[in-house]
């Protein structure tokens, strides 16, 4: 690899297009009457000029942009593809999302499953995407940002004048006395641009710090991915729903066991016309009904002294607090959300036990449906045996008796009644709206009087100690983002030659504003305004 | 100066595909992430049986453990019962346990399923999901087998056939009754 060596004595790296130092250009340059190209100073990019090893070969092509922009358009377009059917979370719960796919859509969706694009987050290729869009931000921006940084810290007051010819904006004057060029100087000092001076000529540059916005950003990205990539480590990220009912406590999962947590209350309010702001009127008209509340009032406890699973374990009150939409409960790293809620699960039920052909009542039970009683015993010699109980009843393939979850969605019973006249007991089942009567000759039935019914709490119990990460992610990237946009890099020359004043000026952004501060640097002195010259070039 | 530049590169590519490498590996195992691993110690417990006796699993070391988690509405733990009533028959003397553990149902539905499927070995129920969440169990049926030094060297989601259940306790079988 051979180092280039300019006539003003710096040594470039190969495939520079003009010096770092003076802005000398090279030959197969120096034909062309083009303005230069000052993206990146025309310093080298170095995956440009290595191509050696496989190392090489394989940075070389995450360095180019070509293929970042590509790895972009491919995730953003897997992304669209992914909203096309429902996500695997999003299914119902009924059958595999192996089956659930091809059953719903066809070839189609069996296709969609079978690429992953039903869990795309999850999905291996997807993840490399995302990774190699990660590897793309680091490689192209180290491969930019030093030989930017190298140049532009090299760069000499006296440029060549090849260069300054081939500035955008560029004019020819009269030559000025040492006092004119000092009058100059000061009036740039006063627009706060940092002045050096050498023979004469002068280089003016401000906000040369925005040039690092972009990398300053791409910091922020890469920081913001590290983040996500975080939440895979066990520990660091939990997100989990909890179900629990008015009344019960249940352990809380994720804390080894040492938090529990009690439901008090589920509160569900509706906007009620008569109460509410009359502003609420009209669309409480167009809609109906309206939720204005979704609250759990519940209790926070931990675990004192050492037991094992299983064993009751002494809780102590930590604190009361009612949960509503976005206002959790905190404690620790572990955040509570109201997230769902069941109105009603029937948690009672009452019979009475009456003689058949006098309907006359032999006295009520009242059965827990989560933890019934096996007996119950009335008066005058009656009680009742449970026999079975099915808390969620439906009768399976053999057509026998059976329970499709231990939620008492649909509970039946068999009974078996004890009489004066049956000391045996006489057996019936009942069911909700069905009362299947085993045999003709019995005497007595139990009939349905009434239930009692209580609401469950869905909560997300959410912990994330990466989002300090991700949120200091965002901050480097908008402060990238500031930097690149709110500042522009402008540089000034002004160089004596042959008895001429040259003027050159460059910007990496708002022509309109350096050019406007040359007018009111030339304001008053014999220099004359400088050309934009990229108008003429679009004319030719 | 070349030589340079493949070692920072290489350090460079290094480090971004051992993040990348680490992202897809954590993903691919996430959901095998469990509270109890083969090959770890089986946490402790202690409940409650239907006739009223307290098993802590802590007490049964030098016998193997067969900790079966079931629910009287799960299909296929209906299936396996009867075989690992046979299997709990033939290898009770000869150092292996079977405890299982119904998850939070009502004594009254447990116990009558219990004895509608004739199960003779000893039946916890996990009242407060206490031993659940230990275990980290999610879909039933779950069997765990634990040696006689309380380690778990088997975990096996899903239904069972009896040569399954067989070959399980002898695996767990301590050495001395074998």
């Known amino acids: 690899m051979k180092e280039v060596k300019c006539e003003c004595g710096h040594v470039n790296p190969h495939g520079t297009v003009f010096c770092e130092a003076c802005g000398k250009l090279t030959k197969e340059q120096e034909e062309n009457k083009n303005l230069l190209d000052m993206r990146y100073e025309g310093s080298a990019r170095r995956s440009q000029t290595y191509n050696k090893s496989v190392i090489d070969k394989v940075w070389n092509f995450f360095s180019s942009v070509k293929v970042g922009v590509w790895l972009i358009v491919i995730t953003l377009s897997a992304s669209a593809v992914g909203t096309i059917l429902p996500q695997e979370m999003y299914i119902p719960n009924t059958m595999p999302a192996s089956e659930y796919y091809a059953d719903q859509y066809g070839w189609m969706g069996k296709l969609y499953y079978q690429l992953g694009f039903h869990n795309l987050y999850s999905s291996w290729w997807y993840l490399i995407l995302i990774a190699s869009i990660g590897i793309s931000l680091v490689i192209c921006s180290l491969d930019r940002v030093i030989p930017l940084y190298k140049a532009l810290k090299r760069q000499r007051v006296t440029r060549h004048e090849g260069f300054l010819k081939r500035q955008r904006v560029f004019g020819e004057s009269p030559s000025l006395n040492q006092d004119e060029i000092e009058d100059i100087k000061q009036k740039l000092v006063k627009k706060r641009y940092n002045v050096r001076e050498e023979n004469g000529n002068l ?274 990237f908008m402060i990238g983002v500031i930097q690149g946009a709110y500042w522009n890099h402008r540089r000034i020359w002004i160089q004596q030659i042959g008895g001429t004043t040259w003027i050159a000026a460059h910007t990496n952004k708002n022509w309109h504003g350096i050019k406007r501060e040359i007018g009111q640097l030339i304001d008053g002195t014999k220099l004359t305004e400088p050309m934009d010259q990229s108008i003429n070039e679009e004319k030719e | 100066m070349k030589q340079k530049r493949l070692v920072i590169r290489s350090i460079i590519l290094v480090i971004l595909a051992t993040a990348v490498a680490y992202t897809l590996y954590a993903n691919f195992t996430k959901d095998n992430v469990k509270a109890v691993n083969v090959g770890s110690k089986a946490p402790d417990f202690a409940l409650v049986d239907l006739n009223g006796q307290k098993h802590k699993l802590s007490d049964y070391k030098g016998q193997g453990v067969f900790l079966n ?110």
């Open chain 1, 203 to 476: 280089l003016a540059e401000k906000g040369r710090f925005s040039r690092w916005g972009p990398y300053v950003n791409h910091v922020g990205l890469i920081i913001f991915l590290f983040g996500a990539m975080l939440r895979f480590i066990p520990g660091m990220y939990v997100d989990k729903v909890l179900w629990i009912r008015e009344g019960e406590t249940k352990v809380i999962p994720e804390t080894n066991g040492e938090y529990y947590l009690k439901n008090e209350e589920f509160i569900l309010d509706i906007y009620d016309k008569e109460k509410d702001n009359e502003a609420f009127d009209k669309a409480l008209d167009r809609v109906g009904m309206v939720v204005k509340n979704y609250q759990s009032n519940v209790v926070l406890l931990q675990k004192e002294g050492d037991t094992i699973p299983g064993e009751k374990p002494e809780l102590k009150k930590i604190k009361e607090y009612p949960i509503q939409v976005n206002k959790p409960l905190k404690f620790e790293n572990f955040a509570l959300y109201q997230v769902d809620y069941k109105l009603d699960e029937l948690s009672k039920m009452s019979f009475k036990l009456t003689k058949k052909d006098s309907d006359q009542s032999l006295g009520d039970i009242t059965i827990n449906l989560i933890e019934p009683e096996k007996e119950f015993n009335l008066k005058n010699g009656y009680s009742v045996e449970l026999k079975s109980y099915f808390p969620d009843f439906a009768f399976d393939e053999n057509q026998e008796p059976t329970t499709k979850s231990r939620v008492p969605n649909n509970p039946a019973f068999v009974f078996n009644v004890i009489s004066p006249e049956n000391p045996e007991g006489e057996m019936s089942f009942v069911a909700i709206q069905q009362t299947i009567d085993p045999g003709e000759d019995n005497l007595y039935k139990m009939s349905f009087n009434g239930i009692e019914t209580r609401n469950v709490s869905a909560l997300t119990v959410r912990k994330d100690l990466t989002l300090w990460t991700i949120a200091f992610g965002g901050l480097i």
């Open chain 2, 69 to 178: 988690f079931w629910g009287t509405w799960c299909k296929p733990c209906e299936k396996e019962m009867p075989y690992i009533n046979n299997q709990y028959h033939y290898f009770k003397d000869k150092g292996v346990q079977v405890l299982a553990v119904n998850i939070g149902e009502s004594d009254l539905a447990v116990s009558k399923y219990v004895e509608r499927k004739k199960m003779d070995f000893p039946n916890v129920i996990d009242k407060d999901s206490q031993v659940q969440n230990a275990y980290g169990v999610n879909p039933l049926p779950v069997t765990f087998l634990i040696d006689p030094n309380g380690d778990v060297v088997k975990i096996h989601t899903g239904a069972l056939t009896e040569s399954m259940v067989n070959e399980f306790m002898t695996q767990i079988q301590p050495l001395k009754e074998k």
